[in-house]
């Protein structure tokens, strides 16, 4: 199969119940890393170290610890408090024993685009100092920076080492973009893939809702993943790929039959059978 070397992740947001129960469903699915949320780890028993043990119990790695929202470009009143969060985020990956923080750019209507170079610059340089990277993505509804190719255009200006980028079909696709905005990115600056699908295209008033409640398992909808699955194949990508599914209706299935399904569709996406 393709991609076979790539390290398959879930999202835990796909998943419901408890942290241990959305952790012990992925790792018998058969995942090799998990995204885990802040939330998880304030729900989960004990601290973010006997997370770290659970993690480990269950084989599982972690593919990155999130989100750190609305940070880059944070107006004056919020700038401060949003580096202690950012602080507080890092230290607690630290913990988890994560590798990578992921930062989105930012949605808030305040966010001033002449900061965001230099916050994000500031973001890898204290991540860097704990041994740690930063992954930024473009989200759809983002402020400024909405698609992949304008998140690359920072990624290169803030010219960090251990900076680089989250590739989520659904901000590509939703947008009615393609594979192009992926044009000139070395894969080694791509640090995740993130894949989900839809039927149909929301409109601009619905888009924020649909993404954080009916998104799709891969191939169940009509985004051309197949365009992104034979283009990452092809450029040689090697880094973690999976699922980042917000759905409502998933949320209310049992955590190990929803794992077990995602990880088919993943696959049978990777390997071109959805064709």
Not at 77 to 106: C, F, H, I, N, Y
Not at 223 to 251: K, M, T
Request: charged residues 25%; contains cysteine.
């Amino acid at each position: 199969m393709r991609f076979n070397n790539n390290p398959l992740f879930i999202n835990t947001v796909l998943l419901g119940g408890s942290t241990e129960e959305k952790l012990k469903a992925a790792s018998q699915a058969g995942f090799d890393q998990v995204e885990l949320w802040r939330q998880d780890v304030e729900a989960a028993s004990g601290d973010a170290s006997d997370v770290a043990k659970l993690l480990d119990n269950h084989r599982l790695a972690l593919t990155d610890y999130q989100v750190l929202l609305d940070f880059d470009g944070a107006p004056d009143g919020q700038r401060e408090s949003k580096r202690q969060e950012a602080l507080q985020m890092l230290d607690t990956a630290v913990e988890l024993g994560a590798t990578t923080l992921l930062t989105p750019a930012s949605t808030h209507q305040g966010c001033i685009a002449d900061r965001e170079e230099e916050d994000i610059r500031w973001l890898a340089r204290q991540a860097g100092k704990r041994g740690l990277r930063v992954a930024f993505e473009a989200m759809a509804w983002s402020t400024h920076i909405n698609n992949t190719a304008a998140a690359w255009q920072l990624v290169q200006k803030v010219n960090e080492p251990n900076l680089g980028l989250v590739v989520d079909a659904f901000h590509i696709f939703v947008l009615n973009r393609t594979v192009d905005d992926l044009a000139g990115i070395p894969m080694d600056k791509i640090f995740l893939v993130q894949l989900s699908d839809l039927v149909t295209l929301p409109s601009h008033d619905h888009l924020v809702d649909v993404a954080r409640h009916q998104r799709l398992l891969p191939a169940e909808g009509n985004f051309p993943l197949s365009s992104l699955a034979d283009y990452l194949h092809q450029q040689g990508y090697s880094g973690p790929i999976g699922l980042e599914v917000f759905s409502d209706r998933y949320h209310q299935l049992p955590p190990a039959e929803v794992a077990s399904k995602a990880l088919q569709s993943l696959k049978k996406v990777l390997s071109g059978g959805d064709r």
